[in-house]
Structure formats: structure tokens, C-alpha cells
């Protein structure tokens, strides 16, 4: 079983969809936990961290149920720019730097 | 003003050379970290960095051999390259913030093609 996986893609959406990404991750010793969004041919860049009480930023909310060891992410009025890849990250290490475990990413495509 | 740099941006080499793959950041961060994202597009981490020392090596091949000069610097030599070595390697360095969290910034990447 991967430590972390994301719902497989693409996600092929029009302008203005609702669109919501769900994740698991396997090991309940994980301390933190993220969603990163890669462009094309670019690096991974936080979009935002996830915690338990979820935390709303702008058009994304993102949940975390430790119990179920689940996280979410929610786009709402998605646009043009929200095509990419999201990824699902989980940090299993709280001192002297993390660990981040990746999932496997999910792509979104936008579409007028 | 790059916030975390790799250089080179592209890497096109033989099987058997050796190469290597320099990371700088300045953003005054402690751990520096390497990457591999292959052609599935997995993103996996081979090592960290903290204050120059070794804390992560995820069962990464010995040909593959960090050095960390000081804090804002952290290189990759790879030696002996085989054709599965080909992937994109990024670099991120990163800060402990609130609550313990760390946000990790990654570098441009490094494309690495060995033929």
C-alpha cells in the first residue's frame, strides 16, 4: 500500500466547477500535512497546509480527519489557472527538517 | 533574488559519467533536501541536510553521494550514471514555522537525461 494516495486523475472540469480532491495516508505517526500544487515542468509549490479544525483559503478549503487518516481539498469557482497538479504531502518528521511523502498527484484541467 | 537555485537547468550525459548538480538557497534556512521525480511523475526524497549534517538517506544507490559545504549550499555527485538515473532532481530547503510545521521550497528542478 503507498504511504500516500490521491484519487487518480485527471479531473477534466469547466469554468466555474466545484471540484474536491480526497487523500489517504497510511502511517498514523505522520506529523503535518500539506497541499502542494506543480505546473507543468515546474517545482512543487505549497499551496496550503492542512489542519485538523481545516483551514479555508480564498476559493480552497482543506480538511484533515486524523481518526480516518484522510485529507481533502476543495476548489470552489475553479478558473483557467487551477489546471495542474495537486499533490497530497504528509511530513513524518517534526524535528531537525522534515519528510515529506508525496503522493502520486491528481491532475486538474480547467476548461472555458 | 532565487529563493533556492539548481544549477544546471539541463543535463545530458552518457551512462558511466560521473556528474554533478549544485543547489543553492538564500533563504537562511537550516535543512536542505534532494529530490527525484521520475517519468511517472512520483516525487520522492532521497536526502536532507540540517546544519550540514546528515539526517535523511532514503535508500538511495551509494553512487549517489550528497556534500554539504555549509548551510546554503547542498550538491549532489552522482557517479557511474545509468539510464535509470534519468529524472528531474529538485533541490528545497526549508524553515520550521508555526507550530513546528515545516513549508519546504523547492528549486527550479534539474533535468537529467542519460543516454
Same mark, same amino acid.
Given at each position: 500500500?503507498?504511504?500516500?494516495?490521491?484519487?487518480?486523475?485527471?479531473?477534466?472540469?469547466?469554468?466555474?466547477?466545484?471540484?474536491?480532491?480526497?487523500?489517504?495516508?497510511?502511517?498514523?505517526?505522520?506529523?503535518?500535512?500539506?497541499?502542494?500544487?506543480?505546473?507543468?515542468?515546474?517545482?512543487?509549490?505549497?499551496?496550503?497546509?492542512?489542519?485538523?479544525?481545516?483551514?479555508?483559503?480564498?476559493?480552497?478549503?482543506?480538511?484533515?480527519?486524523?481518526?480516518?487518516?484522510?485529507?481533502?481539498?476543495?476548489?470552489?469557482?475553479?478558473?483557467?489557472?487551477?489546471?495542474?497538479?495537486?499533490?497530497?504531502?504528509?511530513?513524518?518528521?517534526?524535528?531537525?527538517?522534515?519528510?515529506?511523502?508525496?503522493?502520486?498527484?491528481?491532475?486538474?484541467?480547467?476548461?472555458? | 533574488?532565487?529563493?533556492?537555485?539548481?544549477?544546471?537547468?539541463?543535463?545530458?550525459?552518457?551512462?558511466?559519467?560521473?556528474?554533478? #548538480?549544485?543547489?543553492?538557497?538564500?533563504?537562511?534556512?537550516?535543512?536542505?533536501?534532494?529530490?527525484?521525480?521520475?517519468?511517472?511523475?512520483?516525487?520522492?526524497?532521497?536526502?536532507?541536510?540540517?546544519?550540514?549534517?546528515? #539526517? #535523511?538517506?532514503?535508500?538511495?544507490?551509494?553512487?549517489?553521494?550528497?556534500?554539504?559545504?555549509?548551510?546554503?549550499?547542498?550538491?549532489?555527485?552522482?557517479?557511474?550514471?545509468?539510464?535509470?538515473?534519468?529524472?528531474?532532481?529538485?533541490?528545497?530547503?526549508?524553515?520550521?514555522?508555526?507550530?513546528?510545521?515545516?513549508?519546504?521550497?523547492?528549486?527550479?528542478?534539474?533535468?537529467?537525461?542519460?543516454?
Amino acid at each position: 500500500r503507498k504511504e500516500v494516495e490521491q484519487d487518480p486523475g485527471p479531473f477534466n472540469v469547466p469554468e466555474g466547477a466545484t471540484v474536491a480532491f480526497n487523500c489517504t495516508y497510511s502511517n498514523s505517526a505522520s506529523q503535518s500535512f500539506f497541499w502542494y500544487r506543480q505546473d507543468c515542468r515546474k517545482e512543487p509549490k505549497l499551496l496550503m497546509s492542512v489542519y485538523s479544525s481545516g483551514n479555508e483559503d480564498g476559493r480552497f478549503t482543506a480538511q484533515l480527519n486524523r481518526a480516518s487518516q484522510y485529507i481533502s481539498l476543495l476548489i470552489r469557482d475553479s478558473k483557467l489557472s487551477d489546471s495542474a497538479t495537486y499533490l497530497c504531502v504528509v511530513n513524518m518528521l517534526r524535528n531537525q527538517g522534515g519528510k515529506l511523502i508525496f503522493g502520486q498527484g491528481t491532475e486538474l484541467s480547467v476548461k472555458p | 533574488d532565487t529563493a533556492v537555485s539548481q544549477t544546471p537547468k539541463y543535463l545530458v550525459t552518457q551512462m558511466g559519467n560521473d556528474k554533478s #548538480i549544485k543547489c543553492e538557497q538564500n533563504l537562511g534556512h537550516d535543512t536542505m533536501y534532494w529530490y527525484k521525480q521520475d517519468s511517472k511523475k512520483f516525487l520522492k526524497i532521497m536526502f536532507s541536510y540540517n546544519n550540514k549534517e546528515l #539526517i #535523511i538517506n532514503e535508500t538511495v544507490p551509494n553512487r549517489f553521494s550528497p556534500k554539504s559545504p555549509d548551510k546554503a549550499h547542498l550538491n549532489l555527485h552522482i557517479n557511474s550514471l545509468e539510464l535509470g538515473d534519468s529524472a528531474v532532481y529538485f533541490c528545497a530547503s526549508s524553515r520550521v514555522g508555526l507550530a513546528g510545521v515545516e513549508t519546504q521550497y523547492f528549486g527550479p528542478g534539474t533535468r537529467l537525461l542519460v543516454l
